[in-house]
């Protein structure tokens, strides 16, 4: 069966700090991955998606970057955090274009401080 | 364009009384939808979908949801509400031309009083 593994839980970094939150998926080839953000237990900020090593797609210009560097490892990185990078970040992935709906991670809840 | 709305941020219902959680859509060509649920400081986790066939799916958790192609709308039911039902629940939709991109409603806040 298909398992996608996010971490860490919980995360708290200071202002310029750098960050890594990784996101594995096991059980399945070739899945779109995306990285989405969630504010204030609401919403959810699709950030960046992927439908193949190396190829990354964004949507919204911010402080983020994503890279897959294999084909079920898709990790969200910053040079340098702002306050305002805090959130909820979730990982899923889906198979082909999410006609079958999306997996998600458990989440990273992120502090910057 | 491609849209989703949950128009309500808070739904409250009593234990053992039916609840609707609302969802209308917009999208070019026929829509497969979706609703997910969300417990605290956890992933979404999927209910149920919609592609063709009949319009009332059957999902998870006694959880079902009726599409209803005139009025653009895929509300969620359950005929009998759980205090663990008490949740964030996300609709959402996806193109089945274009781009393909699945959108995500707002999301609507479910509470079941005992």
């Known amino acids: 069966s298909q398992t996608i593994h996010q971490w860490p839980a919980t995360l708290v970094q200071p202002v310029g700090s750098p960050l890594s939150l990784e996101c594995t998926v096991e059980?399945?080839?070739?899945?779109?991955l995306y990285w989405y953000r969630q504010a204030a237990g609401r919403g959810l900020q699709l950030l960046f998606y992927?439908?193949?090593?190396?190829?990354i797609s964004s949507e919204v210009p911010q402080n983020l970057s994503a890279s897959r560097p294999q084909d079920r490892q898709f990790i969200l990185s910053s040079k340098k955090l702002l306050l305002s990078d805090s959130g909820f970040y979730l990982c899923?992935?889906?198979?082909?274009?999410?006609?079958?709906?999306?997996?998600f991670g458990s989440g990273t809840r992120l502090t910057v401080v | 364009a491609q849209s989703v709305a949950q128009p309500e941020d808070q739904v409250n219902v009593a234990e053992g009384n039916p609840l609707t959680v609302k969802c209308t859509y917009s999208?070019?060509?026929?829509?497969?939808l979706f609703w997910y649920v969300q417990y605290p400081n956890r992933g979404l986790q999927f209910l149920l979908k919609?592609?063709?066939?009949?319009?009332l799916v059957k999902g998870s958790y006694g959880f079902e949801a009726e599409f209803n192609k005139s009025q653009t709308s895929f509300h969620l039911k359950k005929p009998s509400a759980l205090v663990s039902d008490s949740a964030l629940y996300f609709c959402?939709?996806?193109?089945?031309?274009?781009?393909?991109?699945?959108?995500f409603g707002a999301g609507t806040r479910l509470f079941v009083k005992a």
């Open positions: 899923a992935w889906s198979l082909g274009q999410g006609g079958y709906g999306y997996t």
């Open positions: 992927s439908v193949g090593i190396g190829q």
């Open positions: 059980g399945t080839s070739n899945p779109n």
């Open positions: 959402a939709v996806r193109a089945n031309t274009g781009g393909f991109k699945t959108i």
């Open positions: 919609y592609i063709t066939g009949d319009n």
């Open positions: 999208v070019s060509g026929n829509p497969y």
